[in-house]
């Protein structure tokens, strides 16, 4: 049934082929820029780490890469740097087990490049059927272009992630539920946020019941598999270390405890009054920007797109912020898929549309620059 819809979608729908071609170009780009910054930059002045002997693929091996390898390889364990790899979910790395008689880097690589194509056809299609084809194709644009949305092609488990949130999206509109919940459990066991699919599913499923308590029907239970995923892992985590919640022991090496969401900025702010570098001044100031930015995008979705969309949008901006830091944000923003059909339908109004035309410039500029850095795991900026 997939392989059909996808036949006839390439087929019949030129905005489809131009928005598979935007992100492949994309993809290309990314790739290019990541082969050039690895074969000119020298290796003296990066702190690139050597995770495969395959020089192409190891510059899409660094940081979080190697906790996902060495679980795919090892399990989880708390040999790895900073006290375990427990604070990684366990889909992705399952999945590199699974398919790493082609080699673990190479089942990581293709994995995650696979799963972001899956991603762009059916949030072109979600999109597409909710809000008609310029809409979809401007929301593929502006993913595609994201300065983050190279992770999409890192061994991360960003493109999972992001496939099966949409996914789960869309066979609920279909009202196909078990499809649904299913892929959400899925989510919940790549990353804890998958959990709260539960939120909007669950308000989806309760509308397609006109919110009627005597017609909700046994039905609703499946609701309960999304939740599950992460109750999974929690659990598997008791049965190897003796502490089901040693995930967030793990975070909290990196920085990461539950806080009030303004405690971040708190952070963001006093680091970028008394930064350490001059890199680290520029990086929370764009994480600060990029997090308020994004929290307006969240808001103003209730305005432009169904609740669904704002409600797992705003509970998604809420997870990350309530980390005690804003670091990471814009990799945390890269799945938060109604940004991108906030932005596109926004860009109807000409003003909008230029203003984002001027910001998609400089975040051009920035997915560069950015991936250039993550292969290299390189910091460019002198000490203050």
């Given at each position: 049934m997939i392989r059909r819809i996808k036949i006839n979608a390439w087929r019949q729908d030129a905005d489809f082929r131009k928005s598979f071609y935007i992100f492949s170009l994309s993809k290309i780009i990314i790739l290019v820029i990541g082969?050039?910054?690895?074969?000119?930059?020298?290796?003296?002045?990066?702190h690139r780490q050597i995770v495969t002997e395959n020089w192409f693929l190891n510059a899409w091996a660094q940081y979080d890469a190697r906790a996902y390898l060495d679980i795919a390889q090892n399990g989880y364990n708390a040999q790895f740097p900073g006290g375990g790899n427990y604070a990684w979910y366990p889909l992705y790395p399952l999945l590199i087990?699974?398919?790493?008689?082609?080699g673990y880097d190479l089942s990581a690589f293709l994995i995650s490049n696979i799963a972001s194509f899956i991603a762009i056809f059916y949030l072109f299609r979600l999109v597409k059927e909710e809000f008609g084809n310029k809409i979809a194709k401007k929301t593929i644009l502006y993913l595609s272009f994201f300065p983050t949305v190279y992770f999409l092609t890192a061994m991360y488990a960003e493109s999972m992630l992001l496939m099966l949130t949409v996914m789960s999206f869309y066979y609920a509109k279909k009202d196909k539920w078990i499809h649904a919940c299913v892929l959400g459990m899925f989510a919940s066991m790549t990353r804890i946020q998958g959990a709260f699919l539960f939120f909007p599913i669950a308000y989806m499923y309760c509308r397609s019941r006109n919110f009627n308590l005597m017609s909700i029907g046994k039905r609703s239970l499946s609701l309960l598999l999304i939740p599950l995923g992460a109750l999974i892992v929690m659990l598997y985590h008791y049965a190897v270390t003796g502490n089901a919640f040693i995930q967030f022991s793990t975070q909290a090496a990196y920085g990461r405890v539950l806080a009030a969401p303004w405690k971040s900025f708190e952070t963001a702010i006093l680091n970028?009054?008394?930064p350490t570098s001059t890199e680290y001044l520029l990086y929370n100031a764009f994480n600060l920007v990029m997090a308020l930015g994004f929290i307006f995008l969240a808001v103003y979705s209730f305005r432009l797109l169904k609740k669904e969309y704002g409600i797992y949008f705003l509970i998604s901006m809420l997870v990350p912020i309530s980390s005690m830091t804003l670091l990471s944000i814009s990799r945390h923003d890269l799945v938060m898929f109604p940004a991108f059909i906030v932005m596109a339908k926004m860009a109807e109004k000409k003003k909008y549309g230029i203003a984002l035309g001027v910001i998609y410039v400089v975040f051009f500029a920035l997915l560069l620059f950015f991936t250039a850095r993550h292969v290299n795991e390189w910091f460019l900026f002198s000490v203050v």
């Open positions: 082969i050039l910054a690895t074969l000119l930059i020298p290796a003296a002045v990066t087990k699974i398919f790493s008689f082609i970028i009054i008394s």
